[in-house]
């Protein structure tokens, strides 16, 4: 093993000098006559090339800011929602419920077939939006209400929760 290093070393000194070295001894005969502010320039001009070249430029691009879009939509929701009276506000998500998702449901659960996996997208989808209406009817605040109308309108909250709740049954039937 000792001579098996021994002559790697040497096969790598030799290769040194007849092939490293004369490439090698001229640049270093100029930095030996170059001052050491030249060597840094130039390596500072070096490395801010480098830098350039993997962090181009934005000009012309806004600059990214992360969900600000959303945010500001949802802020304008929720506004809208406290803009609405409750009673509206229930109004809104059972309208919603009838003319977005009760015919196409409707026709969900009489055509469905466990083997398509387009139905069981749909299924999953309407599972998901019918949820999504139980929660903005849970956000419907009527703690602060007293007497005959905060129970109109538990009672009207409490339709419109049974009803989804019902298609949300059936949907779980079919799985």
């Known amino acids: ?11 790598s000194r030799s290769y ?15 930095v030996e006559r170059v001052n050491m502010s030249t060597i840094y320039a130039a390596t500072a001009i070096g490395a801010a090339l480098v830098l350039l070249m993997f962090y181009p430029s934005r000009s012309g691009k806004k600059p990214r800011s992360k969900g600000t879009k959303k945010k500001k ?9 406290k803009n ?11 309208e919603k419920y009838v003319s977005d998702y009760k015919t196409g449901l409707a026709n969900l659960l009489e055509a469905f077939d466990g083997k398509s996996e387009q139905h069981d997208y749909q299924r999953k989808y ?8 139980l929660i903005e009817l849970d956000g419907v ?22 009803e989804i709740q019902g298609d949300l049954k059936k949907l779980d039937a079919i799985s």
């Open 126 to 133: 309407y599972n998901e939006m019918l949820l999504k209406l």
């Open 16 to 30: 040194y000098q007849s092939h490293v070295k004369p490439l090698i001894s001229p640049l270093l005969e100029n």
């Open 73 to 81: 939509q949802r802020q304008h929701q929720n506004e809208d929602k």
């Open 141 to 162: 605040d009527l703690v602060g209400l007293e007497g005959e109308r905060k129970k109109i309108l538990k009672e009207k909250r409490k339709q419109a929760i049974k």
């Open 84 to 94: 609405l009276s409750l009673e509206d506000q229930i109004n809104a998500v059972h």
């Open 1 to 11: 093993m000792h001579s098996v290093e021994t002559s790697l070393k040497s096969i």
